[in-house]
């Protein structure tokens, strides 16, 4: 098997492709949808880029968007072009459209809308974790999804953390939104 990246874990291989792993079909869908999720997640941070000058965001947007391009990186390269997303496109725009707009209220509209994407991602990674947790010859996959998912929380404590006096009713009522476009997101990037 021919090893096309290392995790930061010293043993932790992965396999050049997706196919060396033979996953089954609902597990190959949970990856397609990681896939398109961080790209949502790269244009998220890019949206929020393009419209905020806040240097406190700017600062934290930057900081974030090297983690999810490093995530997206590895399922674009470990991935065959056949499990990518028909609808990267859209991705894309949903994702660079969940960072603009709240870039245009201020960065508690921003740190309140990544920590509740980040809230779904953790609970997304999560199951896939879980999952794969009886099964040995999926162990490396497993790891670098809890590198992944580890990452994500890291982002969620940050922004949590930068929410001056807490969340707020809208807030609230955003993070439900946000929570239920990321489902259907899933469900359909796991389909298309």
Known sequence: MDVVTQSSEPHTVIPASFDDLALPEALAR???SDHAGETGAVFIYRGILA???DPVVVGFA???LETERRHLAFFERWLPASRHSALTPLWRLSGWLLGALPALFGR?????TIAAVETFVEGHYQAQIEALSSEPRWSDLRARL???CADEVEHRDDAAGRV???RFAAGRLWTRVIDLGSRAGVW?????
Request: glycine share 8%; net charge positive; hydrophobic share 45%.
């Open 188 to 192: 359909v990037a796991r389909r298309v």
């Open 30 to 32: 949970d990856l397609q």
């Open 146 to 148: 809890i590198e992944f």
């Open 108 to 112: 508690r509209a921003i740190f309140v």
């Open 62 to 64: 930057r900081h974030h």
């Open 51 to 53: 419209l905020s000058r």
């Open 164 to 166: 001056p006096g807490g």
